[in-house]
């Protein structure tokens, strides 16, 4: 598929738009800046790029607990995503979700979330109810490996590919379910097979290729939105930290330095900047500046976020319950 | 005014809401061509077809999940899980997802979900047929919980619930299904949240739910004879409750009997009995007794259903105690 220079740039502005964003939250996490639980997704960058970079702003991500990257790719700024991480009232959910729980519906991003799998079955009635309107609108629920082996991937699938649902099961195989390794969780090569169980289309793909990731999800999107039901996209990736932002050692106690060393050669970032470098698209001192204004705003970010004001003790009693006079 | 069973008049409300509203849909297990497994949803599928009366797979998980899912597409879905024996297998889609959505993520997204289910025992369905643990919704902030009772109260609530943008688990009882009472022929709705004193009486409250609110009314006929006076109050929705009637009811009889076929532990009328003791407790001329589903699973053969059913021997019997 072609995929133009000016779209590769782009990609690479927001894969680092991503890296930088995590990478700073590691740093403000240690420096206990913010608190709670934060999972970051350094180094699986290409997907929720390669995967957002298909869709239109009023498709639809549902998200994980390792959301960051899929809310920045799909259009989230970094100030109201860091006035939610700082508990802020002008975050994405005035500080009621979190990290785990972001969800900003004016770019249709209708949800990370805490519980493992829990966005699939959501996923496939979002892409119900697209179909059932003819909206022509995708969903893309992204979720790790680990979500493939819970009872909600199996039925929200199943219950997608029977409804012929306008979605796309975007799998981020990271290798770790925390610190639990593929083998202890599965005896599969690939975890796309299990695409054939629903009878729909399933592939697996390098997900640090951002340009074979875009290529892979523009198929699949466009399966979706002619009505011609899900597919299950695989990509395998690694996670660069630990599970977690400030996670003691950052993931060394169940995985080897070598391993990691390994991965951190196929970073997408760097495999996407070489080939721009090589081929001429982008010079070196473009790539400096598009970090540096990433930085810059990151700074602004974080500005927004310490001014901004904590919300009073009578929030936790507002958003319950949607008032309305039903007479 | 005519008479119609409960089943009937949800079956009525529906039709009024599929009529109405297209983006009104239903899916459960067998409610298409089979009506469902209590008939609700009789003739719907040939009405409507088979896009908007949907029959699933066996995956309650899926069934709400992506129940939640459609009504944050802009859908209106009135989903059914057949048995609420079956909602434990998809309690984190209730609990974590369809409860706490709204308020998680700051208001900016609603599930506007209407999930019916029916509990209750009857008829030798055994230990996984034959639970009423809606407490454990009614424990969870973010879920309305209605709890109709009459025909008339199903049809005006069910039609509240469709209406509202707020998720709703919707309670449909065994022993109520098939009793006729009067309804309306056209549309009307029962506002959330408002208690319903089916008899008014002065001595003796007694707060039902569901079956036990026809037990309560049989037994306050007998006992008038008597010259005891029961008021019987149906919460109607026990979230919301309506703590006012039930306190202004204890205010004026100063005796409490909550009759609920929930488990007695840590259940519906615990905590209607807490709130009276937090609330009321000097206008009380007795203790408050609570009428309740004993603490063990329900059993298949005959004697032992009986025991486990509360009824009106067990009402008889608080009577006597509060009296």
């Known amino acids: ?327 | 005014m005519r008479e119609i069973t409960f089943r009937e008049a949800l079956n009525e409300s529906l039709r009024y809401n599929l009529k109405n509203d297209n983006k009104v849909f239903c899916w459960g297990e067998d409610i298409g061509v089979l009506g469902g497994a209590f008939g609700v949803t009789a003739g719907l599928y040939k009405e409507f077809g088979p896009e908007r009366i949907i029959d699933v797979p066996i995956s309650e998980i899926a069934i709400v999940g992506a129940g939640i899912g459609a009504s944050m597409g802009g859908l209106k879905p009135v989903i059914e899980i057949m048995y609420i024996d079956f909602t434990p297998g998809c309690m984190d889609m209730i609990i974590n997802q369809m409860a706490k959505i709204h308020y998680m993520f700051g208001g900016q997204v609603n599930v506007p979900l209407v999930l019916r289910v029916v509990s209750g025992a009857m008829g030798y369905n055994a230990a996984q047929h034959s639970q009423s643990f809606y407490s454990f919704f009614v424990h969870t902030p973010g879920l309305i919980v209605v709890l109709p009772t009459t025909p008339y109260d199903a049809k005006g609530l069910l039609n509240t619930s469709i209406r509202s943008q707020n998720p709703i688990i919707f309670i449909e009882n065994k022993r109520t299904v098939n009793i006729r009472g009067e309804v309306p022929e056209e549309y009307y709705t029962i506002p959330f949240g408002k208690a319903d004193v089916k008899r008014e009486g002065s001595d003796v409250t007694i707060v039902a739910t569901q079956a036990l609110v026809y037990d309560a009314l049989n037994i306050a006929d007998k006992v008038q004879k008597e010259n005891i006076s029961v008021e019987v109050i149906d919460p109607m929705t026990v979230k919301p409750l309506d703590k006012e009637t039930i306190i202004e009811s204890v205010k004026k009889t100063g005796r409490l009997i909550i009759a609920d076929e929930g488990w007695i532990y840590c259940g519906l009328a615990s905590e209607i009995s807490a709130i009276v003791a937090e609330e009321a407790i000097d206008y009380l001329d007795a203790p408050i007794i609570r009428v309740a589903a004993p603490d063990t699973p329900c059993a298949f053969s005959l004697p032992l259903e009986d025991a486990y059913i509360p009824g009106e021997e067990e009402i008889r019997s608080a009577l006597k105690k509060v009296i």
């Open chain 1, 1 to 327: 598929m072609k995929i133009s220079n000016k779209q590769k740039i782009k990609m690479l502005e927001e894969m680092l738009k991503i890296r930088i964003f995590e990478e700073r939250i590691q740093e403000l996490y240690v420096q206990g800046q913010i608190r709670g639980s934060m999972h970051l997704s350094t180094g699986q960058e290409a997907i929720p790029v390669g995967c957002c970079m298909n869709l239109e702003p009023e498709d639809y991500v549902i998200s994980s607990h390792r959301g960051h990257g899929h809310i920045l790719a799909k259009g989230g700024e970094y100030k109201y995503m860091l006035a939610e991480l700082y508990g802020k009232t002008t975050g994405y959910c005035k500080g009621k979700g979190g990290s785990m729980h972001i969800a900003c519906s004016d770019i249709g991003v209708l949800g990370a979330n805490g519980i493992v799998g829990g966005g699939i079955c959501i996923a496939a009635g979002i892409g119900f109810a697209s179909k059932y309107l003819k909206n022509n609108k995708v969903t893309i629920a992204f979720f790790g490996e680990g979500a493939t082996n819970t009872g909600a991937f199996h039925e929200g699938v199943n219950f997608a590919a029977v409804r012929n649902s306008n979605v796309v099961f975007v799998i981020e195989n990271n290798q770790y379910a925390i610190s639990v390794p593929r083998e202890l969780s599965d005896k599969l090569m690939d975890l796309s097979i299990r695409a054939q169980s629903y009878g729909i289309p399933g592939v697996t793909v390098d997900g640090n290729d951002i340009l074979k990731v875009y290529g892979e999800v523009n198929k699949a999107v466009k399966r979706a939105r002619n009505g011609k039901g899900p597919s299950l996209v695989e990509f395998k990736t690694y996670r660069r930290h630990g599970h977690h932002a400030g996670e003691p050692n950052d993931g060394l106690l169940y995985r080897s330095k070598k391993e990691m060393e390994g991965w951190k050669k196929k970073d997408p970032i760097k495999r996407l900047q070489k080939e721009l470098l090589d081929k001429k698209i982008i010079d070196k001192k473009t790539i400096t500046m598009i970090n540096e204004k990433l930085n810059i705003d990151f700074e602004n970010a974080i500005k927004f976020a310490e001014e901004s004001p904590l919300p009073e003790k009578e929030a936790l009693f507002e958003d319950v319950y949607i008032k309305e006079n039903l007479k």
